[in-house]
Nanobody
Framework: QVQLVESGGGLVQAGDSLRLSCAASQRTFSSYVMGWFRQAPGKEREFVAAISWSGYNTHYADSVKGRFTISRGNAKNTQFLQMNSLKPEDTAVYYC????????????????WGPGTQVTVSS
């Protein structure tokens, strides 16, 4: 059973930056896509970004494109989300997720989830 743990959330002001990290318990993580999702109060969980196992292919939601950057660590069982120019509408619980095979933005297709980390952006 793969376990994911996020870190790096917090309270920032609009325009600030944050870097989220996620580590998987399984050392060998080949062929797993890793992604970030977020859920704001009263809203459904939504796709933010995803990265292929190799790290060469990345995908972003339109709402974060150009502001967020997803990356993968050398060990391939870690991933990061660099969030710049944060806006109040980015406030949400951010979840690290992983799935075997190809990427997509369907929440239910991701088999493994972290407990989430809160990001709050004040105006």
């Amino acid at each position: 059973q793969v376990q994911l743990v996020e870190s790096g959330g917090g309270l920032v002001q609009a325009g600030d930056s944050l870097r989220l990290s996620c580590a998987a318990s399984q050392r060998t993580f080949s062929s797993y896509v890793m992604g970030w999702f977020r859920q704001a109060p009263g809203k459904e969980r939504e796709f933010v970004a995803a990265i292929s196992w190799s790290g060469y292919n990345t995908h972003y939601a339109d709402s974060v494109k150009g502001r967020f950057t997803i990356s993968r660590g050398n060990a391939k069982n870690t991933q990061f989300l660099q969030m710049n120019s944060l806006k109040p509408e980015d406030t949400a619980v951010y979840y690290c997720a992983a799935k075997y095979g190809t990427w997509n933005l369907v929440v239910n297709d991701y088999a493994y989830w972290g407990p989430g980390t809160q990001v709050t952006v004040s105006s």
